[in-house]
């Protein structure tokens, strides 16, 4: 039972380096998610798809790119990374509208 | 807009005591509503959720919660807390045209004293 992983665990990046993080489902979940959490803020929405091929901005979505080629995997880019994005960033499914939606475990980022 | 505010940052209850979480939301229309907890590390397990029909809906170890729609609040409960449920608690409201948004508080902290 994977559910949903997300890879890598843990990165440290310096100022201005990119990295991809990659969500994997195989639940054959329509709906996926990217959140980052912060102290005291819960989780924020950063992107979204509703389907393969499909993305839409979240709430905080300045900074970050997604793609979501193929309906398993759904990519979190950072082109230049900041302090600021220093946090925990967690990838999510659902099936459809009206379901929970599944977590993985998380990656921390740390950007010095 | 849609907002979920989880008035409690940190509780702190002792060991087979009582347990109630606030949640109160805003939200035009009715909301799908959801209970997650994260433990240490991990990420968020869900534990129930809400969509119709009977306002109080029971989850999993043990817990309940009660829709109350005249207070916009979903307060989670347990009769009796085990030092395994120290862990962090968020409420989440389901939002947006065909419900493709989860709306996420900022989360409650419950300590277990033994």
């Known amino acids: 039972n994977a559910g949903v992983t997300q890879t890598p665990k843990f990165r440290v990046l310096k100022t201005g380096q990119s990295m991809t993080l990659l969500c994997a489902q195989d639940?054959?979940?329509?709906?996926m998610y990217w959140y980052r959490q912060d102290p005291g803020m819960g989780l924020r929405l950063i992107h979204y798809?509703?389907?393969?091929?499909?993305?839409a901005k979240g709430e905080v979505p300045d900074g970050y790119n997604v793609s979501r080629l193929k309906k398993q995997n759904f990519l979190l880019g950072l082109e230049s990374a900041a302090p600021s994005q220093t946090s925990v960033y967690f990838c999510?499914?659902?099936?459809?509208?009206?379901?929970?939606?599944?977590f993985g475990q998380g990656t921390r980022l740390t950007v010095v | 807009a849609q907002s979920v505010t989880q008035p409690d940052i940190h509780i702190t209850v002792s060991e087979g005591a009582s347990l109630e979480l606030r949640c109160n939301y805003s939200?035009?229309?009715?909301?799908?509503l959801f209970w997650y907890v994260q433990s240490p590390g991990q990420g968020l397990q869900l534990l129930l959720k809400?969509?119709?029909?009977?306002?109080l809906v029971q989850g999993i170890k043990g817990f309940e919660a009660e829709f109350k729609r005249s207070q916009s609040s979903f307060n989670l409960r347990k009769p009796s807390v085990h030092w395994s449920d120290a862990a962090e608690y968020f409420c989440?409201?389901?939002?947006?045209?065909?419900?493709?948004?989860?709306?996420f508080g900022s989360g409650t902290k419950l300590n277990v004293k033994p």
């Open positions: 989440a409201v389901g939002a947006g045209n065909n419900f493709n948004k989860f709306y």
């Open positions: 999510a499914s659902s099936y459809a509208v009206n379901t929970e939606a599944f």
């Open positions: 798809s509703v389907g393969e091929g499909t993305t």
């Open positions: 939200y035009g229309a009715t909301p799908y």
């Open positions: 639940m054959n979940h329509e709906y």
């Open positions: 809400y969509f119709s029909g009977d306002t």
